[in-house]
């Protein structure tokens, strides 16, 4: 007698397979999936814009003008479009930023992470947390009307807008991003590898200085580049304390323009959508971004690297 | 160990010294009349009326549009995305994305939200462009409060036959909501501070006129024309203030800046309390 085989029937019950029930779920999951796919949509959505409009400017300046001219007055008569002024600006800001940020960021981590007792890390990390969140544009205020004229005081040439103040506030402004990843990235590195330091009579600065912050190298190196890309994308702090004006300049005592300071100036301005000045920020901007990126993808392979080690 | 105090001395300094300054410019200015003024070339009358309304109407956009996106990609990534090279292209895209100078998302909201889609210099297009920035804070959020609820939650439920929607609905999001909201607001409280790409997208600097009301007489008695209205927000009122070189009108962006941290400030200081309270609490 052949054994009767389950009919579709006999599943329709309350926890059996339900078509309508599946396909509820499938509509949901999709729903979900779409929202995640739209990460990359903008993504995509952003490189095509910067390439689309880039792609028109290029056809206006070459490509060799755009790197190797020493000056950008795009919006002048005598329009001149070379891209290094306004690098020179982002390089030297940038610097100043990340010498006041990586060295005090780390001291900070070093010193949360490995010293610090409790219920100071307990204060002192959802503190340098709500300096994070300041917005930009007090940062730029304050570098302005505050750190410029305390600069005066000490270098009375120094011209009311800087490259100098603007790093420098913009480094303070970076320290708890950097000071916040090196520390998760020293306290990643095992008890063990302290405790064994200290059993060969290591004193604990020993220990942080020659154990835990090699151990933890990649993760800083990751923080590190984090507080770069940051700096090189800031926008407001040099917009509003650094002037505006492109300036090929090593100099940071001297007002100059960033790459985001002159997008930031052309959109102050009235240029008409599909004139060159309407696309030379999308060229600028491509820049930055392609600056960016490769900052933020050395710092995701670094990242990579470290979390693989324990 | 003594560098390390000194260190964090000069960042806590630092603060002090930025709150104290704004303080002493911007605290005299500070009155009712301030915040129910218009902006005005008269530095002694001008307010941040039309800012503040301007902010709260762009971030309920920001807000409307980023969480149930951000949450829903965080749900994908967490408990459905099959181990494959394209989920893993997404996880990278949403760090990268995490990383692009927030005015890069001005330009593409100049050129995609203004030009191409025809929104113009408008809340809308303000809005979404802020959505777009804060979306990787909320989905990074959504994944982490997930990922620490413990497996046996979901198969308790699958246990009792729950389809995975059900485990998600009733069970992980009501779990993770206070991880989630401590993102959220993580995540709106950068946005209510970020100019840059509100400047990209052409927002005028000057206006002294409100956006048309939400809420009108006749039916259906909820209008949306507001979302294609100009309009201005705080951190750009302050920033034009700033940009003058009148001293009257640096007391007022003192003013308005000191409005502007007191409102990150709380945010960002809730979100630190709901984490702290949720890590007292729940014990799996």
């Given at each position: 007698m052949p054994k009767e085989l389950p009919s579709k029937?006999?599943?329709?019950?309350?926890l059996g397979y339900s078509y309508r029930r599946n396909l509820h779920e499938r509509f949901i999951e999709s729903i979900l999936f779409l929202s995640a796919l739209l990460s990359v949509v903008i993504m995509l959505a952003i490189v095509v814009m910067l390439v689309k409009e880039s792609v028109v400017f290029f056809q206006h300046v070459s490509i060799w003008e755009f790197l190797t001219d020493t000056q950008w007055t795009p919006l002048f008569d005598d329009a001149h479009y070379g891209i290094l002024p306004l690098v020179a600006g982002t390089v030297v800001s940038s610097v100043v930023a990340l010498l006041v940020a990586l060295p005090l960021g780390t001291i900070i981590a070093i010193y949360l992470s490995e010293f610090a007792p409790f219920a100071v890390r307990e204060v002192a990390k959802p503190f340098l947390e709500l300096l994070g969140g300041i917005p930009t544009v007090v940062y730029g205020y304050f570098a302005l009307l505050f750190v410029t004229p305390l600069l005066q005081i000490i270098f009375p040439e120094l011209p009311g807008f800087s490259l100098l103040s603007a790093g420098l506030v913009m480094g303070i402004m970076i320290i708890p991003y950097v000071s916040s990843m090196t520390e998760d990235a020293m306290r990643a590195v095992p008890m063990q590898l302290r405790e064994g330091s200290y059993a060969m009579g290591a004193t604990r600065f020993q220990t942080a200085i020659r154990v835990v912050t090699p151990a933890a190298f990649s993760g800083i190196a990751a923080a590190y580049i984090l507080g770069i890309s940051r700096a090189v994308g800031e926008t407001m702090v040099v917009a509003i304390a650094a002037g505006m004006q492109p300036n090929l300049t090593w100099n940071p005592m001297e007002p100059a323009a960033t790459i985001t300071a002159y997008i930031v100036q052309v959109s102050l301005g009235d240029l008409p959508h599909g004139s060159v000045g309407y696309q030379t920020i999308f060229a600028a901007g491509l820049t930055l971004l392609l600056i960016t990126l490769v900052f933020n993808i050395i710092g995701h392979l670094l990242r990579k690297r470290y979390r693989e080690i324990y | 160990m003594i560098t390390g105090i000194i260190a964090l001395m000069i960042a806590i300094l630092t603060f002090i010294a930025l709150f104290a300054q704004m303080l002493i410019d911007g605290m005299p200015r500070l009155s009712w009349d301030f915040f129910t003024s218009f902006p005005s070339r008269r530095p002694e009358s001008a307010g941040i009326l039309s800012a503040w309304v301007g902010t709260t109407l762009v971030m309920l956009v920001t807000a409307v549009s980023a969480v149930p996106l951000g949450v829903g990609a965080g749900v994908y990534l967490e408990e459905y995305a099959p181990k494959n090279l394209f989920t893993e292209i997404i996880e990278i895209n949403v760090t990268n994305l995490a990383g692009v100078p927030s005015i890069i998302y001005g330009l593409l909201a100049l050129g995609l939200f203004v030009y191409q889609l025809g929104f113009g210099q408008s809340i809308l297009a303000a809005g979404l462009a802020l959505a777009l920035l804060i979306l990787p804070v909320v989905i990074v959020a959504t994944r982490e409060a997930i990922r620490s609820i413990p497996i046996a939650i979901r198969e308790g439920a699958y246990a009792l036959g729950a389809t995975k929607w059900q485990t998600v609905s009733d069970h992980l999001l009501p779990y993770s909501s206070a991880g989630i909201l401590t993102g959220i607001i993580i995540g709106l409280a950068r946005a209510i501070g970020e100019t840059a790409p509100i400047i990209t997208i052409g927002a005028l600097t000057f206006i002294a006129f409100l956006p048309?009301?939400?809420?009108?007489?006749?039916?259906?008695?909820?209008?949306?024309?507001?979302?294609?209205a100009p309009f201005t927000v705080m951190p750009i009122q302050m920033f034009n203030w700033v940009s003058r070189p009148e001293e009257a009108f640096q007391l007022n962006a003192a003013a308005a800046g000191l409005v502007l941290v007191v409102m990150t400030l709380t945010m960002n200081g809730l979100a630190i309390y709901l984490r702290y309270r949720m890590r007292k609490n729940i014990k799996w």
């Open positions: 029937k006999t599943h329709v019950g309350r | 048309p009301s939400p809420i009108t007489d006749e039916f259906p008695y909820i209008s949306f024309e507001w979302l294609t």
